[in-house]
């Protein structure tokens, strides 16, 4: 089965960076479109960053700050975190697979179980 592991998350001071990566496995992985999303405390889960064939969405909190990427000779995507905030704080999830004609897309056919990203103040 498709297995999807988040990796790189942490406890950061405000400014600093973090890069996270999510190692997929039984995909067809350079053909498929990656998410990654986040959830804090008492908050739905939202759309940070989007990446399917040669189209990239941020949202806007984080545009200018986070990059994602991948590399598709091992299978991961990642997301580069920069100039990370107290509000960046939250379970961030990496998805494959999305499905529905919307951009960015929000619905997506696998997730990975999370990692936790910490920014104090």
């Known amino acids: 089965q498709v297995q999807l592991v988040e990796s790189g998350g942490g406890l950061v001071q405000a400014g600093g960076s973090l890069r996270l990566s999510c190692a997929a496995s039984?995909?067809?992985?350079?053909?498929?479109?990656m998410g990654w999303f986040r959830q804090a405390p008492g908050k739905e889960r939202e759309i940070v960053s989007a990446r399917s064939g040669g189209s990239t969405y941020y949202a806007d909190s984080v545009k200018g700050r986070f990059t994602i990427s991948r590399d598709n000779a091992k299978n991961t995507v990642y997301l580069q975190m920069d100039s990370l905030k107290p509000e960046d704080t939250a379970v961030y999830y990496c998805?494959?697979?999305?499905?529905?004609?919307?951009?960015?897309?929000?619905?997506?056919?696998?997730w990975g179980q999370g990692t936790q990203v910490t920014v104090s103040s």
């Open positions: 039984r995909l067809t992985f350079s053909s498929i479109g």
């Open positions: 998805a494959a697979g999305p499905t529905g004609s919307s951009w960015p897309p929000r619905r997506y056919n696998y």
